[in-house]
């Protein structure tokens, strides 16, 4: 081997070939099912694992009954390997736009509760300016969208009141007020606020750990707690609305998920008097990564969205 090549650092010397048989295993867990997805034997993907793990100096992978597992050196290894393929398709998509391509592809993760209101005028501005981009939108939970957006399946995640990592940069942030969500011709629906007191006077359904709301009501409601009437907890949001407009009780959402209710008749959402009750939507990126045009393009235009549903200035929402 050559001086200036001992000098290289171990991860330069990774070529194309293994760097997407890494992140294929790492995928599906599998040999055999990464080999089908690359089109390759088994036996070839193994034998450049195993060269990735002499390069390296130790192994990447733990076989597992349940599978490929990342040992400590591979889960370094993916944070390296996902970085650098997402700067290559940044440096692909520029390259395309210098040619008048708009073309490429974007994958978000966001809790249902922007289902409603903010995701689909959003995605419609999207498909209309990027026809081309192959865009996939999954609906996840909080913790399913950390993963995603750690290990690089997703490009963007919105979530509510999400705990700040080390490794996820915070893009966006907006305020919401949360509140009763009630049917028209509830009790509560006629208040311009509603005080915690008055809602549990009423039958409730409430969210369950899965849900951040969840944390937003609990220190609310614990002083109520042998008194409450709780007729379901669901971490649905859109099973909620239902109940909601079926006329089971009353429930706790921000604004965004009032739109997503079953049938014709509208919800309404009354804010509820007490200053702990706000949560906090944040549009979220990995740390490491740089942001390619559609993606810098698509955060500005869900900046714009969010100050539009909060009908605020521009310095609200960050």
């Known amino acids: 081997m050559s001086e200036p090549l001992l000098r290289t650092p171990r991860m330069m010397r990774l070529h194309a070939r293994g760097i997407s048989y890494f992140n294929a295993v790492r995928e599906c867990r599998s040999i055999r099912e990464a080999a089908?997805?690359?089109?390759?034997?088994?036996?070839?993907?193994?034998?450049?694992?195993?060269?990735?793990?002499?390069?390296?100096?130790?192994?990447?992978?733990d076989r597992l009954p349940e599978g490929m597992v990342l040992t400590e050196v591979g889960r370094i290894m993916a944070r390296h390997i996902v970085t650098v393929m997402q700067d290559a398709a940044r440096t692909e998509e520029q390259i395309n736009a210098l040619s008048g391509r708009q073309d490429g592809r974007l994958r978000i993760m966001a809790v249902?509760?922007?289902?409603?209101?903010?995701?689909?005028?959003?995605?419609?501005?999207?498909?209309?300016?990027y026809p081309a981009v192959d865009l996939n939108v999954e609906i996840g939970?909080?913790?399913n969208i950390v993963s995603a957006l750690q290990d690089g399946s997703v490009d963007l995640g919105i979530a509510f009141s999400l705990a700040l990592y080390p490794d996820l940069r915070r893009v966006a942030v907006a305020h919401f007020p949360v509140g009763a969500v009630v049917r028209p011709d509830h009790p509560v629906a006629h208040l311009r606020t509603v005080t915690i007191e008055e809602c549990v006077r009423h039958r409730l359904i409430l969210p369950t750990r899965t849900l951040s709301l969840y944390r937003v009501m609990e220190p609310m409601l614990r002083p109520w707690h042998e008194h409450l009437h709780v007729v379901l907890h669901t971490g649905s949001i859109e099973l909620t609305n239902r109940m909601v407009a079926a006329g089971s009780?009353?429930?706790?959402?921000?604004?965004?998920?009032?739109?997503?209710?079953?049938?014709?008749e509208r919800l309404c959402h009354v804010p509820l008097r007490d200053t702990r009750a706000v949560t906090d939507l944040g549009v979220y990126v990995?740390?490491?990564?740089?942001?390619?045009?559609?993606?810098?393009?698509?955060?500005?235009?869900?900046?714009?969205?969010?100050?539009?549903?909060?009908?605020?200035?521009?310095?609200?929402?960050?």
């Open 249 to 264: 009780g009353l429930a706790f959402q921000s604004p965004l998920a009032v739109e997503m209710q079953a049938g014709h």
């Open 112 to 129: 249902e509760g922007v289902t409603g209101q903010l995701l689909p005028p959003l995605l419609e501005r999207i498909t209309r300016m």
């Open 36 to 61: 089908r997805r690359l089109n390759v034997t088994p036996s070839a993907l193994t034998r450049q694992l195993a060269q990735m793990e002499a390069e390296v100096g130790a192994p990447l992978f």
């Open 286 to 318: 990995r740390e490491s990564r740089w942001l390619p045009p559609l993606l810098e393009t698509v955060i500005e235009e869900l900046r714009q969205e969010l100050r539009r549903i909060q009908g605020v200035g521009d310095e609200q929402v960050l």
């Open 141 to 143: 939970s909080p913790k």
